[in-house]
């Protein structure tokens, strides 16, 4: 029989470690929150994970088991479309992940939780959000007043997302030589610069007067403030009906606009990254199969179709 004496001494099983405050879902929560530097997205990301904190049978995030929160996210993304689904799904895991890396949670159940990959089918998404060059400039031709027509330019010319835009202020607009220089401050809180072409750097300074450097550059006629997200998408729906156009355009569709037209005039993948900001090289690949120049069935034996 072995001596017990020589036996290893048993391990010492210790609680996890804790590296925050939180003592409650709520305050995770909170904390998770403060991590975020984008307001827009602490705004998304708060309505998704008390959406899926309130499908959990327990109401206790620390009693949730891995079937707990496939079944909550089962409930949260029933009734929205794939792409909302991968947002929901996504952040739901980052809440998990977020509590586990803090010792907040013993185990991580968002590792076990799969999203699939929207790569494949960017593309094809996008064809659909993708207006052509004549339905840009019949736009910008029926915004109702001219600062209307120059924040579309703006918009579509420097591949800006709406947020982008309207949070805009003078100190920001920086002439060149030829053109101007915006200062964009984008998701995340990344800066980034972006020229604009001179015709449009040209519109854009005549609209400045004696605006001041933290004036916005697109200021709102009530109250001279900045303009509301829901004020651009405005211009931009009555613009689109004044120019007979059906499709059911948004600011973001002239940010998909500006990706294509430049690629299809030669503008380098690394150029368009770098000019929208995307953090993700693959995001802007996906522009390069939303209007595919060619595809294999255009190899084909052209006799197959001749018809008797």
Do not use: C
Not at 65 to 94: F, H
Not at 143 to 148: E, L, S, V
Request: proline share 4%; glycine share 8%.
């Amino acid at each position: 029989m072995a001596d017990e004496k020589n036996l290893p001494a048993p391990v010492q099983i210790t609680s996890l470690a804790k590296a925050t405050r939180a003592d409650s879902d709520e305050q995770l929560l909170q904390s998770w929150l403060a991590s975020l530097l984008s307001q827009h997205s602490r705004r998304n990301f708060e309505t998704t994970a008390r959406l899926f904190l309130a499908e959990l049978p327990s109401g206790a995030l620390r009693a949730a088991t891995v079937e707990d929160v496939r079944d909550a996210l089962a409930v949260i993304t029933r009734d929205v479309s794939a792409s909302a689904g991968r947002q929901y799904s996504l952040r739901v895991k980052s809440l998990l992940s977020y509590g586990h890396d803090l010792g907040y949670l013993q185990f991580n159940a968002g590792t076990v939780i799969k999203v699939r990959s929207e790569a494949r089918s960017r593309g094809a998404a996008l064809a659909k959000r993708i207006i052509s060059e004549v339905d840009v400039a019949l736009l910008v031709r029926h915004a109702r007043t001219r600062r209307d027509r120059i924040m579309l330019q703006v918009l579509y010319a420097g591949g800006l997302r709406v947020s982008e835009l309207v949070n805009l202020t003078w100190s920001a607009v920086i002439p060149r030589e030829k053109g101007v220089q915006l200062n964009v401050l984008g998701k995340g809180g990344v800066e980034r610069n972006v020229l604009l072409p001179e015709a449009v750097s040209r519109s854009l300074l005549s609209l400045r007067g004696d605006a001041g450097p933290n004036d916005a550059v697109f200021a709102s006629r009530k109250g001279g403030g900045k303009l509301r997200e829901r004020a651009v998408l405005g211009t931009v729906k009555r613009a689109a009906k004044a120019a007979g156009i059906e499709a059911p355009v948004s600011p973001h569709w002239l940010r998909h606009a500006h990706a294509s037209h430049a690629i299809d005039r030669g503008a380098t993948l690394p150029e368009v990254q770098s000019t929208l900001g995307h953090g993700n090289f693959a995001t802007t690949s996906g522009y390069l199969h939303a209007r595919p120049e060619t595809s294999s069935g255009l190899h084909l034996d052209p006799g197959v179709w001749l018809q008797r």
